[in-house]
């Protein structure tokens, strides 16, 4: 059994969406157990919410799921390396998320093509 008598569990969620999700893997210490939990989250706003909550610390995993630029049918799930903290080199000065996949390839969320500015890395955290 996959949960214990009296627990209620999802076991299949239809998704009507075709834009981009972040997919992170966090930890919860509960007495001497470590249990992984995970969400599918839409915005960037999000994220950074959960990323808050949970702490830097806590999150062990993300990964990045999106349609193909060639068929919005076909989804691809990059695994994120590193999250960087950036600002739009355009007139407005937007605050963004860059993302580096494994491959060391930069990208946005929701495909953001104008230039930035990467300020500083926010996951890992790298020790001082």
Known sequence: MLAGPGVKCWRAVQLNLTIPAFFPTWVVREDDLEISERALL??????????????????????????????PDRWQIRDVRKIWSAISADADQTNHLVLEDESGALFTHFGVRSPFNLQHQIWPLIPT
């Open 42 to 71: 839409i915005y960037e706003s999000d994220f950074l919410d959960l990323f808050e909550s949970v702490g830097p610390q806590s999150l062990r995993h993300v990964q990045y799921l999106e349609p193909t630029e060639s068929d």
